[in-house]
């Protein structure tokens, strides 16, 4: 595992950084404004074991004219960055939005609550495999919004759009499976977060 991350992981173990914000990116020219959440060393129950991974709505420009609660399918991908035998095996979970929750809402303040997966990637499997997921002192998620259809149960016909898939991906480079999601135990963050930011459509 190369410097930057294991700087990063002793960072997540000491509680001093205790979780990484992503750049923000939206949806759309006009559509959500969102941004991730990553918890090196795991969030709550599950710190010292895994790799933590949440999806926050942002309160946007556009907000008027989106749909609230927030209702779609969102998928987690961590990139495989290694070229062995030219096969890659991204990791990838996904969650349906619970539109009860606050987290789906249209926000009121800045951020809404996170929503995601606790047990995104044990921290075993990543330590045996890190070569794959952390090169070059980078680790590359991409987060798909599936705007091809709602959580079951709701009406897919109010808007133009939801036959669209946006992809995105970020790069968590430091300047320094159930489809049921979870809230974050622990707010404690760091938003310290180089730039580099790729948009893949």
């Known amino acids: 595992m190369n410097d930057v991350i294991i700087y990063l992981l002793a960072d997540a173990r000491s509680e001093r950084h205790k979780s990484i914000y992503s750049p923000v990116f939206y949806s759309s020219p006009t559509g959500y404004k969102m941004r991730l959440r990553l918890y090196l060393n795991g969030d709550g129950d599950v710190r010292g074991t895994h790799l933590s991974l949440f999806f926050l709505i942002m309160r946007g420009d556009y907000d008027g004219i989106l749909t609230w609660p927030f209702p779609y399918k969102i998928k987690f991908y961590l990139l495989d960055q290694s070229t062995v035998n030219g096969n890659t095996c991204d990791i990838t ?47 590359f998620i991409k987060a798909v919004i599936d705007f091809s259809c709602k959580r079951p149960g709701k009406d897919v016909s109010d808007k133009f759009y939801l036959k669209r898939i946006f992809f995105f991906a970020l790069c968590l480079e430091s300047s320094a499976t159930s489809g049921t999601g979870e809230l974050p135990n622990d707010e404690g963050h760091v938003g310290k977060i180089n730039q580099n930011f790729m948009h893949l459509i």
């Open 93 to 139: 979970d996904n969650v349906w939005s619970d539109t009860t929750l606050s987290c789906f809402q249209r926000p009121v303040c800045d951020m809404n609550d996170a929503y995601g997966i606790k047990k995104f990637l044990s921290l075993e499997e990543f330590k045996i495999n890190r070569n794959r997921y952390a090169q070059d002192g980078a680790m």
